[in-house]
């Protein structure tokens, strides 16, 4: 569980980052999530978006993927939300705030 400083320095972070999945009228599918889990490990944080078409709310969509990879919801703005896992063996994100 993120505090409230670490998800304002994630989402600082990922205010840059490009959308890298998307989720369309599939839906959440055990692939995605396998290829999404693939990504937290090695980025530990990325943007993904969903798609009108979809039926699904970002929120949902966020909620859905984070409890199947094991990842953190950080931000969920209109069509698009970010997701975070830390990397234990490699991390690639420095600075994070430490939990008290």
Not at 6 to 33: D, H, P, W
Not at 69 to 84: E, N
Request: net charge positive; charged share 30%.
């Amino acid at each position: 569980m993120l505090t409230s400083k670490q998800r304002a320095y994630l989402r600082g972070i990922a205010s840059t980052y490009e959308t890298i999945f998307q989720i369309g009228k599939g839906g959440v599918t055990e692939a995605m999530c396998k290829d999404i889990g693939e990504a937290l490990r090695k980025r530990e944080l990325i943007k993904l978006r969903v798609l009108e078409n979809s039926g699904w709310t970002a929120r949902e969509a966020a909620d859905a993927v984070a409890e199947q990879t094991g990842a953190d919801v950080v931000q969920v703005i209109g069509s698009k939300f970010v997701l975070y896992k830390r990397n234990e063996k490699d991390p690639v994100i420095e600075g994070i705030p430490k939990a008290k």
